[in-house]
């Protein structure tokens, strides 16, 4: 009886209901689920679903290894063009091998199926420092995802520092273009072949859109953490606690003499709630404080340096690196100009010199062939284009980020100067 | 008379050791809990087989040197089969786990087990002891979080073990209860933000541009606002009772306010301003060249 249970049951992430199969049903299983056992079928993706609990356990894994980069599995399920995550797991990042690495997925993903986890990968996530995530080795190993047939898989990037400075959760998904497989399965990527397909830095990746959904439980217990139901007493007696709220603000005060800091997050930092204190405080079980005030920080330091000055620091860079392709590729293509002008000239002088030879009666000489010509003025294949082509989108999604965030930041200093007006 | 001998869990982490039993040497007084664990035992908890009422695992994290502070930071599911005689817990399923967990962060040991329902199982005394074996030298946290909603509530609870009883049976044991405190570190806490859009409406939410977010934010502030300036208000028409403490709390929070004399104010917000336009000047600069550069060479 349990083991017909559990054959039927590789979906339990939808299946909150009961349903006892004795032989293999098709009418019993839900109607979205059906779309799944339809191996034939081939859908394109159109947005993705995550699972808080997956969000978490990305956000916690990016946060611990900050500021190196890290990543991990997405385990979920495919259903009529939405990808759904439901859980996520790390990968270590310094496997002694590639078996090392195969073998860490597949026991972890044996251990999870014991306890009903989804055991199907759906994608793999990647966390950035600066927001310049375009390397050459993402795309490859989402090549490598969406090769598998009958397989949708997304790479879902994560910005440690973005999420905490904005206070917005910083989380897009991606597929790598039609377009860009295509032309990477040939392996040429040269001028005329990129004008064909239509390929530019805008679409190597296509974007989808990101769903936050949760199961009712988890509800609950959102909604229990943000407004608890009988916490007035505890709220008074740590209110009362002393020192901390006006010591952490003098620090504050202390660093940022510069910058404009909008104090309202350092009112609700009262309830403090770092691991320093060794004094037990009476048990909160809510959130301490409401949930990003950190979007009203108008400091745009995050741990010494301004991260702004490191975006504009790599911006640099890139401009450099994209300044030398430039001139490789005018390089490359000066030298092709000059062969084909030597090749031009050696087919007009042996031309001239046939009808030289006409004039004085002698026999002409054959004209020279193609192959004849390609061996002796040999031209160099162009250079690849990728990396040229990635650099650029390296570039384009910096810019992006930073004029993206000047909006809030612009929005922020008039909300002090308003402040700063109405408290002088 | 029959007398209970009751032994508190010692304090002193040294060489204190029960002569019969191998539980904890050292107490636990404050634990924090990362939200990421609660999401994790509610999600095991609905993937749970049909004939299981509870569900528990493992819990992994740091504690301070002496054993005082305990930090969770993650868990996993481990299975386990309840009958009214006997219980059996994967062992091997909890080895391997800890150990593909220990590569991918090598810091995180095991602090305890959590377990779900509204009582605490029969045999939760013999997997405390199990699992206080396995974080030795250090006592097991027990979590328990109520999954059956008793009084409306999510109940968490952190409780540890202390023997009991007239020998130092590992049956016996008793649960006190420890302080417990959650702790959301900033990017976890947009994180929450992002999934509590979620609980409004049909349970939906799409990550929405920064933009928006300060914008969900400011007005969040304007609201908290009103409240306190109408509770202000009451309270000084005399309708509702005054209360020293938040009075107090709120005068200490207008001060944070911070005064900048404003001269010094408007050259540092032309500053800012400047710095603002600039680089939002360039940067777009820099985006319209990639794309001229762009289309020039599909031209040529």
Redo the contacts between chains.
């Keep these: 009886m349990?083991d017909t249970?559990k054959q039927a049951k590789p979906m339990?992430?939808l299946l909150?209901e009961?349903f006892?199969l004795s032989a293999f049903d098709s009418s019993v299983i839900p109607k979205k689920l059906l779309s799944v056992l339809d191996v034939e079928k081939k859908m394109s993706l159109e947005s993705v679903?995550v699972?808080?609990?997956a969000?978490?356990?990305i956000?916690?894994?990016?946060?611990?290894s900050y500021p190196s980069e890290v990543n991990?599995q997405l385990l979920g399920l495919e259903i009529d063009g939405v990808l759904e995550v439901?859980?996520a797991?790390?990968?270590?990042t310094q496997p002694g091998s590639e078996d090392d690495m195969t073998n860490?997925q597949i026991?972890?993903i044996q251990?999870l199926r014991?306890?009903?986890?989804d055991s199907s990968v759906v994608g793999w996530y990647q966390s950035t420092r600066l927001g310049d995530f375009m390397q050459k080795p993402l795309l490859d190993v989402q090549a490598s995802y969406q090769a598998s047939p009958n397989s949708s898989s997304v790479v879902l990037i994560h910005d440690?520092s973005k999420?905490?400075q904005?206070?917005?959760?910083?989380?897009r998904a991606f597929r790598l273009s039609q377009t860009y497989l295509d032309l990477t399965k040939d392996g040429k990527l040269t001028?005329k072949e990129?004008?064909e397909k239509g390929l530019?830095?805008a679409n190597i990746l296509e974007e989808l859109?990101?769903?936050?959904?949760?199961?009712?439980?988890?509800?609950?217990?959102?909604?229990?953490?943000?407004w608890p139901?009988n916490a007035d007493q505890e709220l008074?007696e740590s209110?009362?606690r002393p020192s901390s709220?006006?010591t952490k603000?003098r620090a504050r005060?202390l660093a940022d003499r510069?910058a404009?800091?909008d104090?309202?997050e350092?009112?609700s930092d009262?309830l403090d709630?770092s691991?320093s204190g060794?004094?037990?405080?009476?048990?909160?079980?809510?959130?301490?404080r409401?949930?990003?005030?950190?979007?009203?920080d108008l400091s745009q330091g995050l741990n010494g340096s301004s991260s702004?000055a490191r975006q504009?620091e790599g911006?640099n860079d890139l401009?450099d690196e994209?300044i030398h392709d430039?001139n490789q590729w005018m390089y490359w293509k000066r030298g092709e100009a000059k062969e084909l002008n030597r090749r031009q000239q050696y087919v007009q002088r042996k031309a001239t010199s046939n009808a030289a030879r006409l004039a004085r009666g002698e026999k002409e000489e054959p004209e020279p062939t193609e192959k004849e010509l390609d061996k002796m003025f040999r031209v160099l294949p162009e250079p690849s284009r990728l990396d040229a082509l990635i650099n650029?989108a390296n570039?384009?999604l910096l810019?992006?980020g930073?004029?993206?965030?000047?909006?809030?930041?612009?929005?922020?200093?008039f909300?002090?100067?308003g402040?700063?007006e109405s408290?002088? | 008379m029959s007398l209970l001998n009751l032994s508190l869990p010692p304090l002193a982490s040294n060489l204190v050791k029960s002569r019969t039993t191998t539980t904890a040497t050292t107490t636990a007084?404050?634990c924090?809990i990362?939200?990421?664990v609660?999401?994790?035992i509610?999600?095991?908890?609905?993937?749970?087989?049909?004939?299981q009422e509870r569900v528990i695992g493992t819990l992994l994290g740091v504690r301070?040197d002496d054993g005082?502070?305990v930090?969770i930071?993650?868990c996993?599911?481990?299975?386990h089969f309840e009958t009214s005689d006997q219980v059996e817990v994967?062992m091997e399923?909890h080895r391997?786990?800890f150990s593909?967990h220990k590569?991918?962060?090598a810091r995180e040991q095991i602090v305890g087990w959590y377990a779900t329902g509204s009582q605490l199982s029969k045999y939760a005394a013999l997997i405390q002891d199990f699992y206080s074996r396995e974080a030795a030298p250090f006592g097991a946290v027990h979590l328990v979080m109520d999954?059956e909603?008793t009084g409306?509530?999510?109940g968490?609870k952190c409780l540890q073990g202390a023997a009991i009883g007239a020998g130092a049976h590992p049956e016996n044991c008793l649960f006190l209860?420890l302080?417990?405190?959650?702790?959301?570190?900033?990017?976890?806490?947009?994180?929450?933000?992002?999934?509590?859009?979620?609980?409004e409406g049909e349970?939906?939410?799409?990550?929405?541009?920064?933009?928006e977010?300060?914008e969900?934010?400011?007005e969040?502030?304007r609201c908290?606002l009103a409240r306190v300036s109408a509770y202000v208000d009451n309270v000084c028409e005399g309708k509702t009772e005054p209360?020293t403490?938040?009075g107090k709390?709120l005068m200490?929070?207008l001060a944070?306010?911070?005064?900048?004399d404003?001269k010094q104010?408007a050259t540092?917000?032309q500053s800012?301003?400047q710095d603002?336009l600039m680089?939002?000047y360039l940067?777009?600069l820099?985006?319209a060249q990639?794309n001229i550069?762009?289309r020039l060479?599909?031209i040529?």
């Design positions: 349990a249970g339990t992430a909150n009961e006892s679903k699972d808080p609990l969000i978490l356990k956000v916690k894994h990016a946060r611990e991990g439901t859980n797991f790390a990968v270590p860490y026991e972890m251990c014991e306890v009903n986890i440690t999420s905490e904005a206070g917005n959760l910083s989380l001028t990129m004008l530019t830095y859109p990101i769903e936050v959904e949760t199961s009712s439980l988890a509800k609950a217990l959102l909604s229990e953490l943000q139901a008074l209110l009362q709220f006006n603000l005060r510069s404009i800091s104090d309202t350092a009112s009262a709630n691991l060794l004094l037990p405080s009476q048990p909160t079980a809510y959130l301490s409401p949930m990003c005030t950190n979007a009203l702004l504009l911006i401009i994209h430039a650029t570039l384009e810019t992006k930073i004029t993206q965030s000047r909006g809030p930041a612009l929005t922020k200093m909300m002090a100067q402040l700063h408290s002088a | 007084q404050q924090y990362h939200p990421v609660l999401f994790s509610l999600d095991h908890y609905l993937r749970r087989n049909d004939n301070s005082r502070v930090e930071r993650s996993f599911a481990v299975p994967d399923h391997s786990m593909l590569k991918a962060s999954t909603l409306g509530q999510l968490i209860p302080a417990h405190e959650l702790q959301y570190p900033d990017a976890e806490l947009t994180a929450l933000q992002a999934a509590a859009d979620s609980t349970g939906i939410a799409t990550l929405i541009s920064d933009m977010q300060l969900k934010t400011i969040e502030l908290m209360n403490v938040i709390y200490d929070m944070v306010v911070p005064k900048v404003t104010f540092l917000f800012h301003l603002i680089v939002a940067t777009n820099t985006r990639l550069a762009d060479q599909r040529a």
